[in-house]
């Protein structure tokens, strides 16, 4: 197969991924009850290692167990057990594919029924129309808060690297803390933390420095980043190009973009902005436009399904196509079309009235793959929405349930 999206690409940190298509991050929901890989999750990597794919980003890791993003979620953090995280790795880098650890932190996207911490650059609530009710206010940060987030970040990077993966995804997009310091809606702060894109930016670049000062010669440092996150007022392709240039001086390996928050899920292809709903490949139009100016790699992600539109982003001058969806849907992806390149992936499409039902809908499918993966039987392609929604949403009550009792004595 000689498409170019076959061919090898070495990263400023020096290490060589064997071809272009990356893993998206995926939160699998499948840690034990301490927040640790368990072995279904293993098995999943092993089962998207032996796909084909030259890199594995796993699905968000949390800095910190009592914020955290969903109650089956894994937390790394400094007095952490390592051997299930070795174990991951090593499965995860079967036939040379490289992996690398999402890590993040929530801010205000947290549940009401997880409890723990829900702090945000200020005290911006979620605007979910009906379904606000379900995310509390958050508290807004203090000094302290902030520089806990900087070292807690740099922890589960330099823990990350000690146990044997290849790198780290800092995630700054989607809404979450990093994206809220990043957009002016979420933002309001009048200190240095706020204010001019500059500030905003600065937890992001104290973080950057912090890990590079911390982790040993030979490790992926990259971020997700949002391209816009597709609300008036809020942070914009200008912004995300001026956040590029600002990481110029750090040689990140590179810069996943993407867009959206809960509030307005871009990322799903749910975006009433004509420029990404246009192309199957959602952000490519931004993501070419930033790596125009751009001095490290970008990868871009969302809706990737066919060969032909992987390769259309690398003529775009992009380095990396990042897929989810398509690859929980058909983990062999990245071997089937070195022999089948016309073969389109079946991505679930779930088209309710209820715009923020239809996104958990189609979320949940792709967790029933996950799942069955992990469990060592093959994705089911046309699984009931419905079906696929109910199970979730009572899976999901039962982990709370398991992370309150957990955690009991920690939670407010
Ligand atoms: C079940 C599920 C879980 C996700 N979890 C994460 C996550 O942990 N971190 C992240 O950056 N993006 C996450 N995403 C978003 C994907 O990485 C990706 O940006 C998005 O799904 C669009 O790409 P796709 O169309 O190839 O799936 C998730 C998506 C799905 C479907």
């Not at 899976?395 to 955690?407: G, V």
Request: with cysteine; proline share 5%; glycine share 8%.
């Amino acid at each position: 197969m000689n498409s170019p999206i076959y061919s090898s690409l070495t990263l400023s940190s020096g290490i060589s991924v064997k071809n272009r298509l990356v893993k998206a991050a995926m939160e699998e929901n499948m840690a034990t009850s301490q927040q640790l890989p368990s072995t279904e999750l293993i098995r999943l990597y092993s089962q998207w290692a032996a796909g084909g794919v030259g890199m594995l980003i796993t699905g968000n890791v949390m800095v910190d167990h009592l914020a955290m993003t969903g109650p089956g979620g894994v937390a790394l953090e400094a007095d952490t057990d390592l051997s299930a995280f070795r174990t991951w790795a090593q499965a995860a880098k079967h036939g040379d594919t490289k992996v690398i650890m999402q890590i993040n932190h929530p801010g205000r996207q947290v549940f009401k029924n997880m409890g723990g911490k829900v702090f945000s650059p200020s005290d911006i609530p979620l605007d979910m129309g009906k379904h606000s009710h379900m995310f509390p206010k958050p508290t807004p940060m203090s000094q302290d808060d902030i520089q806990d987030v900087i070292n807690r970040f740099t922890i589960t990077a330099q823990r990350a690297q000690q146990a044997g993966f290849d790198g780290v995804e800092i995630h700054a997009a989607h809404g979450y803390l990093l994206s809220q310091f990043l957009s002016p809606l979420t933002n309001k702060r009048d200190d240095r933390w706020g204010g001019s894109i500059e500030n905003r930016t600065r937890i992001l670049i104290e973080i950057v420095k912090q890990i590079k000062a911390n982790v040993e010669q030979g490790f992926i440092i990259s971020i997700k980043l949002n391209s816009a996150d597709f609300q008036r007022g809020g942070f914009d392709i200008d912004d995300a190009e001026q956040v590029v240039k600002m990481l110029a001086p750090y040689n990140l390996d590179f810069i996943e973009v993407s867009g959206g928050s809960y509030e307005a899920p871009a990322m799903q292809g749910r975006s009433a902005d004509e420029r990404t709903l246009a192309r199957e490949a959602y952000f490519l139009t931004f993501a070419s436009q930033i790596a125009k100016s751009a001095t490290m790699p970008i990868m871009v992600t969302g809706g990737v399904k066919r060969l032909a539109v992987a390769e259309q982003a690398l003529a775009e001058n992009i380095q990396l196509v990042g897929m989810g969806t398509a690859l929980a849907m058909r983990p062999d992806l990245p071997n089937k079309w070195q022999t089948q390149p016309d073969y389109v992936a079946p991505l679930p499409v779930v088209n309710w009235k209820d715009k923020t039902l239809s996104g958990l809908a189609t979320m949940s499918v792709v967790k029933q793959q996950l799942k069955r993966l992990g469990k060592g039987k093959a994705p089911n392609t046309s699984p009931s929405a419905l079906c696929c929604l109910i199970k979730d949403q009572l899976n999901k009550a039962k982990l709370t349930k398991r992370y309150r009792k957990q955690h009991q004595h920690e939670l407010s």
